[in-house]
């Protein structure tokens, strides 16, 4: 499977612990982007890499929040002293550099309890 | 930052049927629009997508149109099939001189066909 692939697909953690996804772009792409998406409505944009370097972020991605893409290759995402309403599906995308269409993961779903 | 408005929330067409979904958007500088269909449990997947420079773009089925002028753009699937039945998001994209380039995303129709 050459799509983009994110790790694990479920996470369910207790609040106040820290939560970690991955995400594997599709080999060439350069880019990288999160998203988040709550029930009933769209992805909701939190920041994105252009190889190694985060580029842009969301004022969506609070301090406890990091993302990572060390050697331009795969992504992290880090939730620290997660809260309840950081319970949402976190989707990861890729393109290539100045082409526009990005494709997403499966996403992981994550559930705070 | 950009707004996308997405129209109706929910749709039921019976299978054969056309499905039309609008959106709008609130800035100008917006040049490329996808759409992308989600099944459940699934990212989305892009399914189509048009640029600024194109008022109509057809593949198979589906086919988009744009309205650069009323910032609107639209979706329509013909000949609808109950494998279409998911939710559809429309998206818009603006790239900035600094190469920032963001999705916003609308909320989402509900498609449903009934067989």
């Known amino acids: 499977d050459t799509g983009v692939s994110q790790n694990p697909r479920h996470k369910i953690t207790k609040r106040g612990q820290n939560v970690t996804f991955r995400c594997d772009p599709i080999s060439e792409h350069n880019r990288l982007y999160w998203y988040r998406q709550t029930l009933g409505q769209g992805p909701e944009f939190l920041t994105y890499f252009q190889n190694e370097a985060q580029l842009e972020k969301s004022r969506l991605l609070s301090d406890r929040f990091s993302a990572e893409r060390p050697k331009g290759s795969f992504s992290t995402l880090e939730i620290q002293r997660t809260e309840q309403g950081d319970s949402a599906m976190y989707l990861c995308?890729?393109?290539?550099?100045?082409?526009?269409?990005?494709?997403f993961g499966q996403g992981t779903r994550l559930t705070v309890v | 930052g950009e707004n996308v408005e997405q129209h109706p929330s929910t749709l039921s067409v019976q299978e054969g049927d056309s499905a039309v979904i609008k959106c709008t958007y609130s800035d100008s500088a917006s040049n490329y629009f996808p759409w992308y269909k989600q099944e459940l449990g699934k990212g989305p997947q892009l399914i189509i997508d048009i640029r600024s420079n194109v008022g109509e773009k057809k593949d198979q089925r589906i086919a988009v149109t744009l309205n650069k002028t009323a910032k609107h753009f639209s979706l329509h699937i013909t000949e609808t099939q109950p494998e279409d039945s998911a939710v559809y998001f429309c998206a818009a994209v603006t790239f900035s001189g600094a190469g920032s380039y963001q999705l916003t995303f609308g909320k989402g129709t509900k498609l449903s066909v009934i067989p």
């Open positions: 995308a890729s393109s290539l550099y100045q082409n526009t269409e990005a494709f």
